[in-house]
């Protein structure tokens, strides 16, 4: 049985930067794309990064461009969000999810990834 579990998150000042891990167990993670999401008090949850089973591709919501990294590492079975400049609208309850479609590039529609993990909480202060 799959299992991820988020880590890394905290409180930051704004303009800092923290490195949320998920880590996966009970599943290789090996070519299914992987989902970051996150979801603050009173706002729907929404999509902030993907990468594609391959790893060859990503994407990032327009909000983050530029300042979070997502990647994979296959030994560690791990996923990473890299977060930099941090913004106090950056906080949030942060998710780790996965999609079991291999076949599928990227996408941040929660629709399509079956398994997600318990969520790191990030407080970003102004």
């Known amino acids: 049985q799959l299992q991820l579990v988020e880590s890394g998150g905290g409180l930051v000042q704004s303009g800092g930067s923290l490195r949320l891990s998920c880590a996966a167990s009970?599943?290789?993670?090996?070519?299914?794309?992987i989902g970051w999401f996150r979801q603050a008090p009173g706002k729907e949850r929404e999509g902030v990064s993907c990468?594609?089973?391959?790893?060859?591709?990503?994407d990032y919501a327009d909000s983050v461009k530029g300042r979070f990294t997502i990647s994979r590492d296959i030994a560690k079975n791990t996923a990473y969000l890299q977060m930099n400049s941090l913004k106090p609208e950056d906080t949030a309850v942060y998710y780790c999810?996965?999609?079991?479609?291999?076949?599928?590039?990227?996408?941040?529609?929660?629709?399509?990834?079956?398994?997600w993990g318990r969520g790191t909480q990030v407080t970003v202060s102004s």
């Open positions: 990468i594609s089973g391959s790893g060859g591709s990503t």
């Open positions: 009970g599943l290789t993670l090996d070519y299914y794309p």
């Open positions: 999810a996965v999609d079991f479609s291999p076949a599928r590039e990227c996408t941040m529609a929660a629709v399509y990834f079956g398994s």
